[in-house]
């Protein structure tokens, strides 16, 4: 009883990422290795792939921008950086945190435990030659890695000379990063064969990717609004999914713009990107473990298409030509893995790619299944991850809100130059006159004429006045809870220029404050000092 009950009682974890860990090693690895998930998809996963720094993975065209871009979010230079109107970058740069600024190139990086690279000597010298690792003490790297590729280039000549499978490295990282930023510049939008392609790689990880429409400063707004369009219809015909890619428009360097016109938009688009950025280290044990049920559910598929496959191959004879004729029926067996064991066919994997894969492996050697290895995925997935997830909403609780800091992310924080300073509800903000008053002579002429008692107009008065403005009831609610300062359900001259006020800024397109700003209380109602 006492061992059966030991058994029984679920797992007890330090905190998630130890949590992931140890389910990774106790029960996802055995069925992984079982059915060499890892010769088919990816490799096994190290334990520094549960503990890194939530990474950012730069890609696109030569010369749209990607260094450049990385330079702008740190403010600072870094080793082995190099940018210019050719394809310069022409590695794999990890740009990570270091109390010492160097270089480490790939073949020392592949061996090292505490980063999580070590999978990657699979993809052999041609490609540990084009890698390296940029260290470097800055404040945003304290949070975030980023990842910085080769310009894609546009030729069917270059891309043979590379010498390893581009889109297969760029897959690898696709899986372990938490964030792809895909940039394109607005002036050259083709996208080229091997960038097609790249993204097809890129397939299961639409959740991870944005895209970033670079140099539009240099467009006008008539050019820019094509080109927006011309992007999203390219993007529409290579990335399948039901929803829209967000795409963030600007100019991502801190040179002046060229063209100003579209100020506003970059701006407001710059502080979008950055929030998604800031945002990326508090949600990352939440990608970790998404990552982790994407990889469970593949490895399930896995077992049963290698299963399939060695009960179907003959005990003496005729063995090469069976092989021939189940790669060739794949289709089939997919069919009835599915309907046999109720997986959606978004699960299998790209049926062309395993039929080629399957070509070199010995059928022979394939294992039986094995109900007990499935068993304990199932049960990973049905009762440790729910409880993992209990836990990852804990965390976020009890930790004190992570993001990234430092860098171009200080800029857009407070200040005159913060997003939205000094606009809407913010007008007036270091003004010593009220804001409010400047107007108030217009709005004292209505005031007067729906025939206030004792200087206030009531409820019903102000409300007939304030529909003129056709903002729904739930907005203009919110405006009277702002403007009757005294709450006595009336409205005073001063109060009801503050509601007028307050309509204006809702229509100019602005947010409501959730409560009155100081600078917005009417002289008469501020606490004297």
């Known amino acids: 009883y006492f061992i059966w009950n030991l058994k029984k009682d679920p797992e007890l974890f330090q905190n998630v990422a130890e949590g992931l860990r140890r389910l990774y090693r106790t029960k996802l690895f055995p069925l992984e290795d079982t059915y060499r998930f890892h010769d088919f998809h990816s490799p096994a996963l190290e334990d520094a792939d549960f503990d890194n720094k939530p990474m950012v993975l730069l890609v696109g065209q030569y010369s749209t921008g990607k260094t ?45 435990p505490k980063k999580p690279f070590r999978k990657l000597n ?38 043979i000379s590379r010498g390893y499978d581009f889109a297969a490295v760029l897959e690898w990282f696709a899986e372990r990063v938490d964030r792809i ?16 392609e790249v993204i097809r790689a890129l397939k299961n ?14 467009i006008s707004t008539q050019q820019l609004m094509r080109v927006y369009g011309a992007l999203m219809w390219s993007l529409g015909k290579i990335i399948n999914t039901p929803e829209v890619v967000r795409v963030y428009i600007g100019s991502f360097w801190a040179q002046p713009l060229l063209v100003p016109d579209n100020r506003k938009l970059f701006e407001a688009e710059e502080m979008d990107l950055f929030l998604d950025i800031q945002s990326l280290p508090r949600n ?15 490895a399930k598929v896995q077992a049963y298409i290698i299963s399939s496959l060695k009960k179907e191959m003959p005990s003496m004879f005729g063995k090469e030509a069976k092989k021939k004729e189940l790669i060739a029926n794949l289709g089939e067996i997919y069919t009835r893995i599915e309907k046999e064991h109720q997986i959606s ?24 299944l094995k109900p007990k290895l499935l068993e304990a995925v199932e049960d990973m997935l049905a009762n440790d991850i729910a409880r993992l997830m209990a836990m990852v909403r804990q965390e976020e609780a009890s930790v004190p809100s992570q993001s990234v800091k430092g860098g171009a992310f200080e800029g857009t924080m407070s200040g005159p130059f913060g997003h939205g300073y000094g606009e809407g509800a913010s007008e007036g903000i270091d003004e010593l006159e009220w804001v409010v008053g400047r107007d108030k002579p217009t709005y ?41 300062v005294d709450k006595d359900g009336l409205l005073d001259d001063e109060e009801f220029a503050l509601a007028n006020h307050l309509i204006k800024v809702k229509l100019e397109g602005h947010e409501l404050p959730p409560s009155l700003p100081e600078h917005l209380v009417p002289p008469s109602k501020r606490m004297s000092p």
């Open 205 to 218: 990880h639409e959740d991870k990717m944005r895209v970033v429409l670079n140099k539009a400063d240099q």
């Open 122 to 159: 699979a993809f052999g010298n041609a490609f540990l030659n084009r890698f390296m690792c940029a260290q470097l003490p800055n404040p945003v790297l304290e949070s975030i890695s980023i990842i910085d590729t080769p310009g894609i280039l546009s030729g069917e000549k270059q891309r």
């Open 284 to 298: 990352a044990s939440l990608r970790k473990l998404n990552d982790l049920i994407k990889r469970a559910r593949l």
């Open 444 to 484: 004292d002429e209505i005031f007067y004429t729906l025939s206030p008692i004792n200087g206030k107009v009531s409820g019903a008065a102000a409300k007939k006045e304030m529909l003129k403005s056709k903002l729904p009831n739930t907005v203009l609610g919110k405006i009277w809870k702002l403007a009757d």
């Open 345 to 368: 066919p978004g699960d299998f994997p790209n049926l062309a790619k395993m039929q080629e894969l399957l070509n070199g492996q010995d059928f022979t050697k394939f294992a039986a």
């Open 68 to 112: 450049t871009f990385i330079r702008h979010l740190m403010e600072q230079d870094f080793p082995g950086m190099r940018i210019g109107p050719e394809p310069t970058t022409d590695c794999f740069i990890a740009v990570m945190h270091g109390e010492q600024e160097g270089v480490i190139p790939g073949n020392a990086l592949v061996v090292d």
């Open 181 to 196: 930023i895909l940039l394109f510049d607005a002036h050259k939008l083709d996208i080229s064969d091997e960038f097609s």
